[in-house]
């Protein structure tokens, strides 16, 4: 099978499409042919090296992906060779094939997309988990989504309306900003806006937000920190803007404010069985309409340095996906 391979962790243009052997699933694994490979900027800076957890090497980059079954592992039930799947894995998804736990796996109903499911795992499993989970959050309050035009804040936005909240969504170009809105954002403003925080306020009548979903840190943080209402809660998901904030914790006190981290991958590896309840939701959500995943750029496989450099760039209102020889015509 063709894959994309980093032998040393790097930028795009250091990787390369190597033939790599199969393998047959251990198990509790399922191997599938990869149609469609979700592309996201966690995704570019695992593959530098800039990522909290660094991969060895050679390492074949990406995380969430749609394909069908190949072979099923001894012990995997609920799944056969043919059926359509969507699923999650830490590396090796930029790849014809994969192997990967069956566990991360769930079902891709017969009438979806399966560009579209290819990328609705990572960042619904990361909203769902974060409003859900970690913040907790009620119908009627307020969230505030960083990011909002990026795969998670996309994601946000919709599974904030899902759980019954009022969602105002931060972006910063007008694509983005109309992408939030259609996706049911209530409320958007310009991340650049000199008047933001005055912009908060008046939309939310001098109280402030209820839960602040951020992706991006850097700058970002302490002014959204600050647009909490009392016992706010800020979800702390990455840093896409750049610099790790620091924040003057006098915030926390002033407002009785929470700090939350969110992190999808020590999820997964401290309460599996909790990760296997937050992707039914995800998927159960999907099945039910009530949420999608927008792409904006579709890539062939050989083309993936362009397809990362996209990611990386921010610029896209909307997903960007490779697509494998499996995938035919569509």
Known sequence: MKA????????????????????????????????????????????????QVKPPTPFVPGSEFSGVVLEVGEGVS??????????????????????????????????????????????????VYALRNRAQVKPGETVLVLGAGGAVGVAAVQVAKVYGASVIASASSEAKRQLAKANGADHVVDS????????????????????VVDPLGDKHTERAFRSLAWNGRLLVIGFAAGEIPRLPTNLSIVKGASLIGVELRGFVNRDPEGYKVVGEEVARLFAAGAIHAP????FPLEDFAAAMDAAASGESAGRIVLRMAAAGGG
């Not at 980093?6 to 393998?23: C, K, N, Y």
């Not at 796996?105 to 960042?123: G, I, K, T, W, Y």
């Not at 650049?192 to 839960?211: C, F, N």
């Open 295 to 298: 792409v904006a750029r579709t």
């Open 192 to 211: 650049g806006a000199e008047d933001w925080r005055d912009q908060i306020k008046t939309l939310t009548g001098g109280t402030g937000v209820d839960v």
């Open 78 to 127: 609920g799944f056969a060779p043919g059926d359509r799947v969507a699923g999650s894995n830490f590396g090796g998804v930029f790849a014809e094939e994969i192997v990967f736990a069956a566990a991360s796996a769930s079902r891709v109903p017969d009438n979806a997309d399966m560009a579209e499911a290819s990328v609705l795992r990572a960042s619904f499993l990361t909203a």
């Open 4 to 51: 994309v391979v980093a032998r040393e962790l790097g930028p795009p243009d250091t990787l390369r499409i190597e033939d790599l052997p199969s393998r047959s699933p251990g198990p509790g694994e399922l191997r599938a042919a990869v149609h469609y490979a979700g592309v996201s900027f966690v995704d570019v800076l695992t593959a530098r090296g800039g990522y």
